[in-house]
């Protein structure tokens, strides 16, 4: 066991050898029955990378322990990948720092205004391209530009150990801290609130994530629950259908509209709905050192979690489970501990090797075009002054928020003078209505993506006229 810098015991093997930069990929298909392919090759020399075929980039500070890793939003920060370093033992030079990495695998450390051995840990972007992490030692959230410039905030209660972090609704960071079992958020310009659950010191609020009902889900990993915190603080914890003792770890949501989670101590991926029903999805895997890590969604519409060393014969792994809840595990090399996991703008999963070879790694994942998935659209509004909301889970779909306009469908009316519209609670998009006269809006859903994935739109027409 490896105990990091933000207090959690991880696992993790040793004697690993420093490899070079190279791509590879195996997979374990299916769930209870294992097979095996292996597939070895170099990444410049594939046209169209496979599934599962791995790119690894040295980070140039040795032993720096890559942890947890976010997407920026990829309009303001260009579509790189912001990541955290916290070394077990800071020395000279090594006292951990935030970086990011371009799809190209060029790496950028920052370490000004860190304050040295203060643990980043946890990082996410709010809405305008600033990343927000956490300093699980330093007791303190921090907030770094695009551009590098780094503020930090101490909490008012020592010994917090704030953990997970991640954008609400609000546009406010909300974060967990593990210590006193209370959440907290902390608006743009820095004004911290914090909410007394009722939870206690024993619940151990770790990760957390935006749900599509507008709400704040978060894992509780001592008390081995799911919880979720209202915009007004309002806590409900959920423990039915978890297993035992399995320690719920990070959370993401999904396009079906669940939470999904990772568990420290079993080999099985965990969904709940916001009305707090759980489905447990077990994978392959040696039960004696199970556990998984990160978990994020792809840009193929499936959940990916870092395995660490919990595939078959302890094995490195990155999962893969579809929403219908079939899991399948991809080799990671014997050198790799997959932990912080997040898609990039290149639609490919990414991952930081934690306590292994002090990488920053790339999956390659399907080239299929996500379908933006707004479930229905509303096709009519009844009346003027009505307000029509599309589901929030549109405006989020891989990671990436999508672009929502709304345009007049008669040539005879000017789009703005019609309907207003707002953002509301959820990041769900109301449209309200002041014509008086039906005419049609043609809504659309527009996902700007680099890479692989063009840019692609859904669009509805909203008929609007008078209530009957």
Not at 61 to 84: C, E, R, Y
Not at 219 to 242: D, F, M
Not at 300 to 324: E, L
Request: glycine content about 16%; proline content about 7%.
């Amino acid at each position: 066991m490896v105990r990091r810098m933000d207090g959690l015991a991880r696992r993790t093997q040793t004697g690993r050898q420093q490899p070079r930069s190279t791509s590879r990929a195996g997979l374990y298909a299916g769930c209870g029955v294992v097979a095996i392919v292996g597939l070895t090759g170099v990444t410049s020399a594939i046209a169209g990378p496979s599934i599962g075929v791995i790119s690894e980039y040295p980070l140039p500070i040795a032993s720096s322990n890559p942890s947890w890793i976010s997407g920026g939003l990829p309009v303001v920060a260009k579509g790189d990948l912001w990541f955290t370093l916290q070394p077990n033992t800071p020395t000279p030079g090594n006292t951990g720092a935030v970086a990011k990495i371009t799809n190209s695998g060029v790496i950028t450390t920052y370490t000004a205004g860190i304050s040295p051995g203060s643990g980043p840990s946890s990082i996410a972007a709010d809405a305008i391209g600033n990343m927000w992490f956490t300093e699980a030692v330093g007791n303190q959230i921090a907030k770094i530009t695009a551009d590098g410039v780094v503020t930090e905030y101490p909490l008012p209660v020592a010994s917090s150990r704030p953990a997970g972090i991640a954008l609400g609704a609000d546009d406010n960071m909300w974060f967990t801290l593990y210590n006193t079992g209370n959440i907290g958020s902390i608006t743009p310009t820095g004004l911290l609130t914090e909410y007394a659950t009722g939870l206690g010191p024993m619940a151990g609020p770790y990760g957390i994530a935006l749900g599509p009902d507008g709400n704040m889900w978060f894992t509780q990993l001592k008390a081995n629950a799911i919880g979720v915190i209202t915009p007004t603080g309002q806590v409900t914890t959920y423990s039915t259908g978890i297993t035992p003792g399995s320690s719920p770890y990070m959370i993401a949501s999904g396009l079906d509209g669940r939470l999904w989670f990772t568990q420290g101590e079993v080999n099985s991926i965990g969904a709940i709905t916001t009305g707090g029903q759980v489905t447990q999805y077990p994978y392959p895997g040696d039960p004696a050192i199970a556990g998984s890590n990160g978990i994020a969604l792809g840009a193929d519409g499936n959940m990916w979690f870092g395995g660490g060393n919990s595939g078959p014969a302890g094995t490195q792994v990155m999962g893969r489970v579809t929403p219908s809840g079939v899991a399948t595990l991809f080799n990671t090399g014997a050198s790799s501990n997959p932990f912080g996991v997040a898609q990039g703008s290149d639609g490919h999963m990414w991952f930081t090797n934690y306590q292994g070879n002090n990488t920053i790694s790339r999956m390659y994942t399907s080239a299929r075009q996500l379908p933006i998935n707004c479930g229905a659209l509303p096709k009519n509004i009844a009346a003027k002054g009505e307000t029509v909301l599309l589901p929030g889970y549109c405006l989020t779909n891989a990671g990436n928020r999508l672009r929502i306009s709304v345009t007049s469908a008669n040539p005879d009316r000017g789009a703005s003078q019609d309907f207003l519209i707002k953002r509301g609670t959820g990041g769900k998009i109301s449209i309200r209505t002041f014509g008086t006269g039906p005419h049609k809006l043609l809504v659309t859903a527009r996902a700007d993506r680099t890479g692989v994935y063009p840019a692609y739109s859904v669009t509805r027409t909203v008929t609007v006229g008078r209530s009957t």
